[in-house]
C-alpha cells in the first residue's frame, strides 16, 4: 500500500486486530470512533492509513497491512491457560511466545481449555479471528480423545445422531472417526463443528465417562503435525489463505 491509498473506515480498524468489521460499524454506530478529532458518522468514510489519525473509544488505532498480520499455530501444553493473563497466577498460552511476538499483541482464536492440549491458533487478524469464531463460520475440528471404560456402538450412535446435555444444550451431531479399546480405556478420534465449552468433556461425562487425555490436532485446512508440546510456529501462506477462504474472507 502506498502512503496516499485510501481504506474504508470499517476495514482500517478491523485491520488493526482490534475488532472485526461487522464490530467496526457498530463503534462507529455508538459515535466511539473519531478521524483527526473527529466523530465519525459512518463506517464507510476512506481513511488515509498513513496520515489520517484515528481513535476508538480515546485510544489510538494502528492500521496494519495483511501481510503484517501475525498466525500463529501452537501446541498447547496441559495446565496453560487460553488467556493473555490468569488472575490464579496459572501459566498462560502467552508466556510460551517470545518478547518479539507479543509485543504484536497476538489473541487465541477460541479457546483450549485448561486440562486439554493441542492445536491453538493465534493471530493479530481482528476479522478472520471474529468469523473463525462465528457459528456460521466453525470449521470441523478434530481430537483424539482418552476415556476410562469402553465407549460402545450405542454411545457412539447417541453421539452421530446429537445428544442433548443435562443442562439442556442439545448439540449438532459429533462424527467418530476411530473408536479403539485397550484394557480399561478407550481412544476416540471426534470431529466438532460446535463450539459449546468444554462439550467432549461433558458429553462423555453424560455417557457416565471420564475423559483422562484430550488433544486437538487439526482445525479447517491447519493440522498439529509433530509441532511438540510448548512449540509454536507461523503459519504458510497457503494455511493462511485456506482459513480465510474457509470463511469467505478471500477476495
Known amino acids: 500500500m502506498t502512503k496516499k491509498e485510501t481504506v474504508r473506515l470499517n476495514k482500517y480498524i478491523a485491520a488493526s486486530g482490534l475488532t472485526s468489521r461487522r464490530g ?52 498447547k501444553p496441559v495446565r496453560v491457560v487460553t488467556t493473555a493473563k490468569d488472575p490464579k497466577g496459572r501459566p498462560t498460552v502467552m508466556d510460551l511466545l ?19 492440549e493441542g492445536l491453538l491458533l493465534l493471530t493479530t487478524d481482528g476479522e478472520l479471528c471474529n468469523r473463525m469464531i462465528h457459528p456460521r463460520w466453525h470449521q470441523p ?60 468433556r461433558r458429553m462423555y461425562r453424560d455417557l457416565g465417562l471420564k475423559v483422562l487425555k484430550l488433544k ?7 493440522n498439529l503435525g509433530d509441532l511438540p508440546p510448548g512449540k509454536w510456529r507461523k503459519l504458510g501462506t497457503p494455511e493462511i489463505n485456506a482459513l480465510k477462504k474457509a470463511v469467505e474472507l478471500n477476495g
Not at 517470545?98 to 486439554?116: C, Q
Not at 447417541?158 to 467418530?176: D, R, Y
Open 24 to 75: 467496526a460499524d457498530e463503534l462507529v454506530k455508538q459515535r466511539k470512533v473519531k478521524i483527526n478529532g473527529e466523530i465519525a458518522d459512518s463506517p464507510g468514510i476512506q481513511v488515509t492509513p498513513f496520515s489520517d489519525r484515528v481513535e476508538v473509544n480515546g485510544k489510538l488505532v494502528k492500521y496494519r497491512d495483511e501481510e503484517a498480520h501475525l498466525y500463529i499455530l501452537m501446541n
Open 98 to 116: 517470545p518478547s518479539n511476538i507479543l509485543k504484536r499483541r497476538p489473541f487465541p482464536v477460541g479457546r483450549l481449555d485448561y486440562h486439554s
Open 141 to 200: 475440528k478434530v481430537y483424539d480423545v482418552v476415556v476410562n471404560g469402553v465407549v460402545t456402538p450405542e454411545m457412539v450412535q447417541k453421539m452421530e445422531n446429537g445428544m442433548k446435555l443435562k443442562e439442556g444444550e442439545k448439540l449438532a451431531p459429533v462424527k467418530i472417526k476411530g473408536n479403539k479399546t485397550d484394557k480399561n480405556t478407550s481412544r476416540v478420534r471426534m470431529v466438532l463443528r460446535q463450539g459449546v465449552n468444554r462439550q467432549i
Open 216 to 222: 486437538r490436532i487439526s482445525q479447517g485446512a491447519v
